[in-house]
């Protein structure tokens, strides 16, 4: 088997959706006996208190004018089901995913305003 080089992965996972990459994740974390956020922690306390929040939700404001695609990505975000879905847009304003690093959050904010999704990070 030919070695996998660092840019064959990231295109990999560019074509992942987030609970895929999530899932991969966890399988890492199990396989290595590591954990990633432990593993990307900065090396100083101070510094990591000036980045900001740690944790951050994606809130979904409004689906805007295009109400079905927004029901089918929070669908693919979340795992959902079809109906829980449509619930949760129709019940907008509504948190879509809470406590996730920033740069997950802005993936998730990106899908979600691809669709037509009013979203915002809090």
Do not use: C
């Not at 987030?18 to 006996?33: H, S, Y």
């Not at 689906?63 to 019940?91: N, R």
């Amino acid at each position: 088997m030919a070695k996998l080089v660092k840019e064959d992965v990231i295109a990999g996972l560019k074509e992942m959706n987030m609970v895929e990459i999530m899932d991969l994740v966890k399988a890492i974390e199990e396989e290595f006996g590591v954990k990633a956020a432990a593993a990307a922690a900065p090396a100083g306390g101070a510094a990591k208190a000036e980045e900001g929040p740690s944790e951050v939700s994606v809130i979904l404001k409004s689906f805007g004018t295009a109400k079905v695609p927004v029901i089918k990505a929070v669908q693919a975000i979340t795992g959902l089901g079809l109906m829980d879905a449509k619930k949760l847009v129709d019940g907008a304003p509504a948190p879509v995913k809470e406590k996730l690093s920033p740069a997950a959050a802005e993936e998730v904010k990106k899908q979600l305003e691809a669709a037509g999704a009013e979203v915002e990070i809090k």
